[in-house]
């Protein structure tokens, strides 16, 4: 029989992350949408939470065991607070899990301890391409092997922190055999290039960078996984799983929103909720939300199974960010003029769902 009642240890740890967002987050999220940034004592709290440490296996030093399914449900909850600041709180898991699920045990023992400090270390990755042809099974960034060296070249967008990461992890094409690898690349690298802060219709509150890769050499070791590489597939499946948990926290996010609203907003002596136009669109708005919900958690489900999610987690992402530009779009419009106006969180909502079909890379779980 399939229980969807968390464990007590999930439970207790979506309480927590339910107190962080509602209180650390959401209260400050207009101001850091409009500011450009969250304050760093507020996303510091967010990992002192311990979602990456416990995340690491114990084996490996850590304090648990990889969950997909217990990341779905804390980065709804984070997303649901502000999806900047879950992206933020959630990007030096871009490169730890990878280093946790396919890394060498040289990688896992010289990485992972980092990861299990008090303070984040400045990690993240980098997969995502300009260009409106990107195609996550046919990177353009390349790899091409040099004798005891790697030469990376091409270009990264939306890389999240990379302004301030030490390290990062590059995916990129293997020029020879065509298959998809994951480089670990230091800050100092000589020819790689962080340019400053992109400027995005959405996600304004967090710091994302173009990185270009000019003849970039890291040594052969740096490859993700050594010599037997990484499942490629499976951190997709993964990035994918998180990005539809993120896209129902911010649907959710709308969706409580405008129904709270339609019940207080007063039209011709009555609720606007009462109405026929607007009770059917907060309806339909719920349905999208929770049928949304339960394909990330049969996604997330199949990749702690150890099963093939990748049919799962792409119907989870395409139908989760349809749902989200739908819910959001719905709470713009039962918010009336107001939802129009940016003092009111209906709009940023709306903008960061948007973005969702271009997000891949972003998050992991």
Known sequence: MVSFTPTEEQQQLLDTVKRY??????????????????????????????????AIPEEQGGLGEMSALTGALAA??????????????MAPALFAYPISLYGTTEQREVWLPHFLEEKAPKATAALLEPGIFFDAHDLKTTATPEGDK??????????????DAEIMLVYARNSETGAMDGFLVGRGAEGLE????????????LS?????????????PCRLGGAEGCDYQAVLNRGRVALAALAVGVARASFEYARDYAKERQAFGAPIATKQAIAFMLAEAAIEVDAARLMVWEAAWQLDQGKDATKA??????????????????????LGGYGF???????????NARGFTAFEGLAIV
């Open 341 to 351: 106006i940016r003092e009111y969180p209906a709009e940023r909502w709306l903008r």
């Open 76 to 89: 709804e909850e984070l997303a649901f607070g502000d999806l900047s600041a879950a992206l933020a709180v």
């Open 313 to 334: 987690a792409y119907l989870a992402r395409q139908y989760a960010e349809k749902a989200a530009l739908t819910v959001t779009d719905s709470g713009v419009q039962v």
């Open 150 to 163: 790697v030469r990376l070249n091409g270009v990264k967008a939306c890389v999240p922190l990379a302004s």
């Open 21 to 54: 967002a509602a209180n650390d987050i959401r209260s400050i999220a207009h101001e850091s949408d409009e500011g450009g940034g969250f304050p760093a004592s507020t996303i510091d709290k967010g990992w002192q939470i311990g979602l990456v440490p416990t």
């Open 208 to 220: 994302t960078s173009r990185v270009k890769l000019n003849d970039v050499r890291v040594d052969v």
């Open 194 to 205: 962080i340019e400053g802060d992109e400027k995005l219709m959405g996600l304004r509150a």
